[in-house]
């Protein structure tokens, strides 16, 4: 069996987050991409050898030789196109965030729920060798309860009318990389949190180009997430746990194929490991793969995207801003 896939949009992240993985994975054949733009759907299917063409969004979903689709769409597009995929009866592969909001989220859960159909949210560190050791060496209790987390996703993106910074999109720091630095501190907690604060550094009015956020939870887990598309913190991929017995800090899960290092503190000494140099998205083109076919379980489900959701509309408000809306189509 081949898994076919169908792209919606000729997006800059889908050659690294879809094509290449897909290449790279046995069984799955990226088969056709469709955008507004026919002509840049052409010209996006040439340089990356796609067979087919279609004329929209909507072709992608008619067409019944393709079994999945995957979305990369900007943030406040996520649910809308992802309902209309599942309505087709395609397998999902979402980008994140999931949603525009939790609202959104709990929507779109809704339909799945509903329907014999794989949705998965793209947080690909997720399926990576690096982040699966190290939630076994805090579930194997290394560095004894859980205390404290910090979670860093700060980047550079100095393009101030770059999709990421557009309020009519669900643009915004916290929506971009910043719900990546909410989900790696839900993971590596294990718990789930709410802002006790949180400020935003705004590039315009409703649009963050940096966020901060003391979190804590009801089992008393406590610690801070941050976020920056443009700030004077120009790049920080990085995570600690603190626990009663040591430490366990991270250097870029986001991208361990560049570079990696985990580094564990124990009663026992300390100790550094290093993790395969394999593209994040790899991984999790072949978890997608496995769901679909073989029902297999996987960590970032519709559920899970509902409660990173319910974080970033608290962290929001707890700034001062509104929840990011879906944007308006038709």
Not at 36 to 58: C, M, S, W
Not at 133 to 150: F, K, M, P, S
Request: proline share 8%; glycine share 8%.
């Amino acid at each position: 069996m081949t898994l076919t896939i169908g792209i919606l949009g000729a997006a800059r992240i889908a050659p690294m987050a879809c094509i290449r993985p897909a290449r790279a994975t046995p069984g799955v054949e990226v088969v056709a991409v469709g955008a507004r733009d026919p002509e840049r759907a052409r010209l996006f299917a040439e340089k990356h050898q796609i067979p087919n063409v279609a004329t929209g969004y909507q072709e992608i979903l008619d067409d019944p030789a393709i079994d999945a689709v995957y979305n990369p769409l900007p943030n406040g597009l996520h649910g809308f196109w992802t309902l209309r995929a599942l309505d087709a009866g395609k397998h999902v592969l979402c980008e994140k965030p999931f949603a525009a909001n939790a609202a959104e989220a709990r929507a779109v859960t809704a339909a799945v729920e509903s329907r014999d159909r794989v949705v998965m949210e793209a947080f690909h560190y997720r399926y990576h060798p690096m982040m699966i050791r190290a939630l076994e060496v805090l579930d194997a209790g290394e560095i004894g309860t859980i205390e404290q987390v910090n979670t860093s996703m700060c980047v550079p993106l100095p393009m101030p009318k770059d999709i990421r910074y557009q309020a009519d999109l669900a643009g915004g720091a916290l929506m971009d990389i910043g719900c990546y630095a909410v989900h790696l501190w839900r993971s590596l907690s294990g718990e789930e949190p709410r802002p006790t604060s949180a400020r935003a550094t705004k590039l315009r009015p409703g649009i963050d180009r940096a966020m901060t956020a003391q979190l804590a939870t009801e089992e008393g887990v406590t610690g801070r997430m941050e976020c920056s598309l443009l700030s004077a913190r120009l790049l920080k991929l990085s995570a600690k746990v603190t626990g009663s017995k040591g430490s366990l800090t991270l250097f870029n899960p986001l991208g361990p194929h560049v570079y990696n290092r985990m580094k564990v503190v124990t009663p026992s000494g300390s100790r550094v490991e290093h993790f395969p140099r394999k593209p994040t998205y790899d991984f999790q083109m072949a978890a997608f793969r496995d769901a679909v076919e073989r029902g297999s379980e996987f960590p970032t489900t519709p559920w899970d995207a509902i409660a990173n959701m319910e974080v970033i509309d608290a962290i929001y408000q707890a700034a001062g801003m509104e929840p990011r809306t879906p944007t308006k189509v038709g």
